[in-house]
């Protein structure tokens, strides 16, 4: 569970740095992905894993083109009207769904049926199917944003967007595939979501909530961050639920939340940014 | 004077309603060094911007080789080869000195082309060769700015903007930074486009000067004469003529007002 809030908090971590938006639909966009996905793979008959590419492309290419129609035009409006915007996106995307895939609630086929025992602890292929693709993602992630062209201009951009500019970096197209990798990060995580919680359209609403308390956490800012305040948020869900009582589950970690924001408002991994005059 | 390389005619740009440039008009030659003087708020970075595209005018035009480049995006504009050195050097703070160059290399494809301007570059500032791992924004604020030139530079540019270079350093680093943009422009034949406070320096080094007050040039001629001039002496370099009885500032006016 941590690391599918990691996941979907480090898609709200790439578009904030990058365009200084935060994108509250992203829950909305993992529960498209889980759905094209499914939609893919009862339907149309095709393979898990197609079914998993297609989805995960389709909507990354739906992010880019949101970017480039709807949020391109709310730059340097107030945050409010941002958040609204957003807010009001992730609505209408839950009516698409309810529209075109019904209310019901779907279980994806998925190859991860099996179990291993690894001394004496029972590990689900599911479960560990889940860690797995974060740490692929976030590896593949890693080494895009480090040694490519694009990705390194990409980091530029989020540091100083006006020199990004003067470098003759294309901004705006940046911005898209900025949009494209944070949307196709969602929809994987959707999918490798789908198995535990089954997928409904409201899927993403809680997984959103929860994954943006771990983007603050981290330091809203911060990719490490992110993923790492996914796991603690996850591994404190799960504790809180074993050991305190009933109910404490789903608020211990908007606790510890709070008790960060106190004691450390820049987060785990913030960093104030200081500019040399 | 030759065809100049960039033709400024006639410009007006606003923020918002404040109209920031009142017809705006001048000329950079070909591998010269061009400065604009003027004091703070006279718009000079905003003609700058203009020329760059980060600003729009709404009249007037900017002609770059003969070709009209007003209103276009500013990285289109910088792949026809005008590189802007932003004022406060703006280096990405995060990314390394070596990160930072490749970034000014961005729109290139010559890895040949840009391993070579990349040794240039250090040879112009070898301290930036022994920070290259480091993190720009761990550099001392000459060193910035150092960097920023330098990443301006990889972009192999016709013309390079030069916004308040002198920013906030020491006055030997100064020096050292105007040598070497003096060295820039002769080596490599980059044409400049300069924009200063300190009218002194900026006057020694540059070719031909253009003074900006209040979004209007009021004054323009080789800089060897302009630094002959009453009124820049003693506004602009604080120079005071050394009268009988001391001449008192207030009873003096600007020519051109």
């Known amino acids: 569970m941590g690391c599918i809030y990691g996941l979907v908090a480090l898609g709200f971590v790439l578009i904030y740095k990058a365009t200084e938006l935060v994108n509250f639909a992203q829950g909305d966009l993992l529960m498209l992905g889980a759905f094209v996905c499914y939609m893919s793979v009862a339907w149309w008959g095709l393979p898990y894993w197609a079914g998993f590419l297609i989805a995960v492309v389709a909507i990354a290419a739906f992010g880019a083109l949101l ?55 029972t590990l689900s292929h599911q479960y560990l199917s889940i860690v797995a693709g974060t740490l692929i993602l976030c590896g593949g992630l890693y080494a895009f944003f480090n040694h490519t062209r694009i990705g390194i201009a990409m980091q530029a951009t989020s540091q100083n967007q006006l020199a990004a500019y003067y470098m003759g970096i294309p901004v ?85 939340l709070l008790l960060m924001l106190i004691v450390r408002p820049q987060g785990l991994f913030g960093t104030l940014a200081r500019k040399k005059v | 004077m030759a065809e100049p390389i960039l033709k400024v005619s006639n410009i007006e740009t606003y923020y918002g309603p404040i109209m920031a440039i009142r ?23 905003t003609v700058l911007k203009t020329v760059s595209g980060v600003m729009d005018p709404q009249k007037g035009n900017v002609v770059f080789e003969g070709r009209e480049i007003q209103r276009q995006d500013p990285d289109k504009v910088m792949r026809l080869g005008i590189s802007h050195v932003p004022e406060g050097r703006e280096v990405f703070p995060f990314l390394s000195v070596r990160e930072n160059l490749a970034m000014g290399a961005y729109t290139r494809r010559d890895p040949d082309g840009v391993a070579q301007d990349l040794e240039a570059v250090f040879g112009y500032f070898p ?60 080596e490599r ?42 009124d820049i002496k003693e506004f602009y370099l604080g120079i005071k003529e050394q009268g009988a009885r001391g001449k008192r500032r207030w009873k003096k006016r600007k020519t051109w007002r």
């Open chain 1, 67 to 121: 970017d480039a129609l709807v949020l391109r035009r709310v730059i340097g409006q107030p945050q409010f009207a941002v958040v609204m915007l957003t807010i009001g996106l992730g609505a209408m995307f839950r009516t698409f769904a309810s529209v075109t895939w019904g209310s019901e609630i779907y279980t994806l086929p998925t190859p991860f049926g099996g179990v291993w025992t690894v001394g004496g602890v």
């Open chain 1, 172 to 256: 705006k197209l940046i911005f898209s595939l900025v949009w494209a990798i944070s949307a196709g990060v969602a929809a994987a995580a959707g999918i490798l979501l789908a198995p535990v919680t089954l997928i409904d359209i409201n899927m993403g609403l809680a997984v959103a909530l929860k994954a943006f308390a771990a983007a603050v956490l981290g330091g809203f800012g911060s990719i490490p961050g992110a993923v790492i305040g996914g796991i603690v948020i996850g591994l404190i869900e799960l504790y809180a639920g074993a050991t305190l009582p009933e109910g404490f589950k789903d608020t211990a970690p908007y606790i510890v």
């Open chain 2, 23 to 45: 017809g705006v008009s001048f000329d950079v030659p070909k591998s010269s060094i061009v400065t604009i003087l003027g004091a703070n708020g006279a718009g000079k970075t």
């Open chain 2, 127 to 186: 301290v930036l060769k022994e920070r290259a791992d480091q993190r720009a924004g761990s550099l001392s604020g000459g060193e910035q700015q150092m960097l920023a030139i330098s990443r301006a530079l990889m972009a192999r540019p016709k013309v390079m903007l030069l916004d308040e270079p002198s920013l906030g350093l020491s006055p030997k680093l100064v020096r050292d930074i105007f040598e070497i943009v003096v060295r820039i422009n002769r």
């Open chain 2, 189 to 230: 034949g980059v044409t400049i486009l300069l924009v200063e406070q300190n009218a002194n320096m900026a006057l020694q080094t540059a070719d031909y000067g253009y003074v900006l007050e209040v979004g209007r040039i009021v004054m323009a001629d080789t800089c060897q004469r302009l630094l002959e001039k009453e």
